[in-house]
Nanobody
């Protein structure tokens, strides 16, 4: 069974940085799409960043472009989300997810989430 465990969340002031980690077990992340999502209170879950194995390409939500960076370390079977220049509107629970067939088919495995709170 695949398990994804996020860590690195916390409380930070606006303008600060955090790095989230997502450690995978039970399946290698090689060859699969990995995504970071977030859900703020009263809002729908939204995709924040996507890492595609093929070509190593990445994609970002417009709201985080230039501030967030997704990366993966296949040797550690871990995906990261570096978040810089954080804003209060980035406050949310952040989740990582793994897609077996590709992002267009949806994500098959999810982590439990880690809280990020940005104070103004």
């Amino acid at each position: 069974q695949v398990q994804l465990v996020e860590s690195g969340g916390g409380l930070v002031q606006a303008g600060g940085s955090l790095r989230l980690s997502c450690a995978a077990s039970g399946r290698t992340i090689r060859g699969y799409v990995m995504g970071w999502f977030r859900q703020a209170p009263g809002k729908e879950r939204e995709v924040v960043a996507t890492s595609y194995w093929s070509g190593g390409s990445t994609d970002y939500a417009d709201s985080v472009k230039g501030r967030f960076t997704i990366s993966r370390d296949s040797a550690k079977n871990t995906v990261y989300l570096q978040m810089d220049s954080l804003k209060p509107e980035d406050t949310a629970v952040y989740y990582c997810a793994l897609s077996i067939r590709g992002a267009a088919w949806g994500y098959d495995y999810w982590g439990q989430g880690t809280q990020v709170t940005v104070s103004s």
